[in-house]
């Protein structure tokens, strides 16, 4: 079993920096691609960047130049640099571990970006 915690959100002016980290434990974790989703009220969760085994990442096209998804495979962590934050990046922000054979979820962590 996999156990995921996010930490590092909370509440940020627009424009500004939150860094955003996911500690995993139990598992493989160096073989598992990672995903950062988030969820906004009343809006489905979606994905936002993902970086699999290899070091290869995608982001969503709202989040490009914005945001750097990196692991450390070390630590079992995964972080979402997340710069230039605007009003519609106010969400709850889950990491995933995606292995052959099931996910795993985190609890989620808020992020605001608001004046």
């Known amino acids: 079993q996999v156990q995921l915690v996010e930490s590092g959100g909370g509440l940020v002016q627009p424009g500004g920096t939150l860094r955003l980290s996911c500690a995993a434990s139990?598992?493989?974790?160096?073989?598992?691609?990672m995903r950062w989703f988030r969820q906004a009220p009343g809006k489905p969760r979606s994905l936002v960047a993902t970086?699999?085994?290899?070091?290869?990442?995608y982001y969503v096209e709202s989040v490009k130049g914005r945001f750097t998804i990196s692991r450390d495979n070390a630590k079992n962590t995964v972080d979402l640099e997340m710069n230039a934050l605007k009003p519609e990046d106010t969400a709850v922000y889950y990491c995933?571990?995606?292995?052959?054979?099931?996910?795993?979820w985190g609890q989620g962590t808020q992020v605001t970006v608001s004046s």
């Open positions: 139990g598992g493989t974790f160096s073989t598992y691609t």
């Open positions: 970086i699999n085994s290899s070091g290869a990442t």
């Open positions: 995933n571990a995606l292995s052959r054979v099931s996910g795993y």
